[in-house]
């Protein structure tokens, strides 16, 4: 067996290269069972993010249900999710290019049913189910009107005429129309300033056959209290999540109305709830449900037995889900990461616990893979602070002896996201070139229970950086990052921390913001109806304290940043302008820091083509190397860094 060579930290080259995760990585989105089969989108970078509905059908092998001119999302909310529905027979879906209802029956093709709307994509529709006798779809509608006005509301959809009938409005927001026994229906709805992790109420009323909604009334939820993911069990018992504990448990509601806590532990069975259409548990055939959590990011997976509500932990052998799970039959299907292989759609049986892999995100291999070790550090007042290191690991070589590695620190979005322990071919790229990666679940991550998570109410852009900077300095303190190479990477919220902790502290050695959040003031202007009062909470109320925005807005204090930047952007991007870029950039040209700034055309806010994310990561891997001053044998990316000698 060969002896790793010992190369400095930062210089090892790595067999992934940025072509391999820009190229070879699906997304999985949407996950839907019709009882005989399961249904899921695929995001594709090599085909401009185009979202393809995949089908797989016990015994057969996964095949592509519609055309390739057809791309699969809803943009309710901006961020979609229960982009299509099934019955018997039967497929709608929205489609990405105008937003309208498709109608798909057996053997046809797919047929628009809503009318066209007033402007492009102004009528959007999201999650749902369809009426007991299939005539009809019960969704959430969102209409954007000539006067920039955004209206939110439970429609019936007929899909014979394309006719919608207004079932409920009134709330700013819906999610989760759900058709239970005899008619009835129940929803979330919550309204400014909350977001559905703050606040949501769930309702319930009967549906008639003339689709007339009856007897609505208040089932749980109000002020405090984050409820999400109502669905029936087979035998027509609700279930939902709640966070009215401190976690987010799972709860069953009895015909008097009393609520039991079926999961009373220190467990979040719900991520952040920023998408529709999905569930963090699911009921098999014969009532039994299959429940995903996150214990300190660590995921976890639960089986609850009917009639005796007995919850059984099970061993299975992955570190991350992916927060939804259907059932097939007896089986159960879910989206899960492993320490050694990226995120996958498992197919589990109920009763051997057997798990096999219907599809990869990626093929991708790593010789040696860095895992992640769970860490938590205390600041001055004693909370704890989350996060995984990533220890430099590679096939080929080794650091020296007396030499600390480079710590590139990564600051999530969000920022009421979270990340989790399992594959991540990115950190693998950085670790297998000799970085050492730490990954943030700074105070406001869901996954630690409530009261982490509203712990960055007001304080965003404040308690996020320091809690970045006390996990960078504590890695360094312990030998495991040297103190001279710190590095802060992140994207839009996660951005705006990167800027924060560059322009606020002198921490961190470089830094690259990837369509970061710059000026607050312009982001709560200019944000969509979803995220428009987000603000409020995390920072204060707009414009009432318009200073504290000032304030913490890097973009205002540009002059002072005091190391080197790289700026990517997307030319298109209406969320994070590329002026904004632009400005940070003359400031660092004005003070003659090394700095690089990169526009992608026909990029937004995120970027989605393959080239685009090749690039940019390869852009990124360079920029470090050589404002570190690392020589590695590996060919870098052709960039211009200003001031750099």
């Known amino acids: 067996m060969t002896q790793p060579s010992i190369q400095p930290y930062g210089t090892w080259t790595s067999p992934l290269r940025p072509a391999d995760l820009a190229r070879a990585s699906r997304r999985f989105g949407h996950l839907a069972s019709d009882g005989e089969a399961l249904y899921w989108l695929e995001s594709r970078p090599e085909e401009a993010g185009r979202n393809a509905l995949m089908c797989y059908r016990p015994g057969g092998a996964p095949e592509e249900v519609l055309p390739a001119e057809f791309s699969v999302r809803s943009r309710v909310h901006e961020y979609g999710g229960g982009d299509f529905w099934l019955g018997s027979g039967t497929l709608v879906f929205a489609r990405a290019e105008d937003q309208r209802l498709y109608l798909v029956r057996a053997g046809e093709a797919p047929v628009a049913i809503t009318p066209e709307p007033p402007s492009p994509r102004a009528w959007r529709y999201a999650d749902g189910a369809f009426t007991a006798d299939g005539r009809a779809l019960v969704c959430v509608r969102e209409r954007h009107e000539a006067d920039g006005q955004v209206h939110n509301e439970l429609v019936a959809v007929e899909l014979a005429s394309g006719r919608c009938r207004v079932l409920v409005q009134g709330a700013d927001f819906y999610a989760a129309p759900r058709l239970g026994p005899n008619g009835r229906l129940i929803w979330l709805s919550w309204s400014h300033p909350d977001m559905p992790w703050d606040a949501t109420v769930l309702f319930q009323g009967y549906l008639d056959e003339a689709l007339r909604l009856h007897e609505v009334r208040r089932l749980a939820g109000g002020p405090g209290e984050s409820v999400i993911y109502p669905q029936f069990a087979p035998d027509g018992r609700l279930y939902y999540v709640s966070d009215r504990g401190g976690y987010y448990s799972l709860y069953a509601l009895d015909p008097d109305g009393i609520a039991e806590d079926l999961t009373p532990m220190p467990v979040d069975f719900a991520p952040p709830f920023w998408g529709l259409g999905y569930a963090s548990y699911a009921f098999d055939e014969r009532g039994r449900a299959l429940a995903l959590g996150y214990e300190c990011g660590d995921g976890e997976a639960w089986l609850l037995e009917p009639d005796t509500d007995h919850l059984e932990r099970l061993e299975l052998p992955y570190r991350a889900y992916g927060g939804t799970v259907v059932a097939l039959g007896g089986h159960y299907a879910f989206l899960a990461c492993t320490d050694e292989a990226g995120e996958a759609l498992v197919l589990m049986d109920g009763d051997s616990r057997a798990c096999r892999v219907l599809r990869q995100s990626s093929e991708l291999r790593v ?76 105070r406001g991550s869901t996954g630690y229970g409530r009261a982490y998570r509203d712990a960055l109410r007001g304080q965003w852009g404040v308690l996020d950086v320091a809690d970045c900077i006390l996990v960078a300095r504590e890695l360094a303190r312990r030998g495991l990052a040297d103190e001279h190479r710190l590095l802060i990477r992140g994207g839009s919220a996660g951005g705006f921390t990167t800027l924060c902790a560059l322009v606020f502290h002198k921490v961190f050695a470089a830094g690259m913001s990837r369509y970061g959040v710059a000026d607050l003031e312009s982001l709560v202007k200019d944000s969509h109806k979803f995220e428009a009062r987000y603000l409020d909470g995390l920072v204060a109320p707009y414009p009432q304290r318009a200073d504290i925005y000032r304030e913490r807005s890097p973009l205002h204090h540009a002059e002072r940043i005091s190391c080197p930047l790289l700026l990517l952007q997307g030319a298109d991007d209406p969320v994070v302008p590329p002026s904004q870029a632009m400005r940070f950039a003359q400031a660092l040209d004005a003070k003659g820091l090394p700095h690089a700034l990169v526009l992608f055309e026909g990029e937004g806010h995120g970027f989605r083509k393959a080239e685009t994310l090749e690039q940019a990561l390869a852009l990124e891997l360079g920029f470090y190397r050589r404002v570190l001053g690392l020589v590695s044998e590996e060919a870098s990316a052709p960039m211009n860094i200003v001031h750099l000698a």
């Open 367 to 442: 010789p040696v893979v860095s895992k992640a070790q769970a860490t938590a550090f205390a600041d001055a007042g004693g909370e704890l602070v989350h996060a995984f290191y990533y220890p430099p690991r590679s096939a080929a070589f080794q650091g020296p002896e007396n030499e600390r590695p480079p710590l590139i620190l990564m600051s999530h979005s969000g920022p009421t996201g979270a990340t989790t322990a399992g594959f991540n071919a990115a950190i693998q790229f950085w670790t297998s070139r000799g970085f050492a990666v730490a990954d943030v679940n700074y």
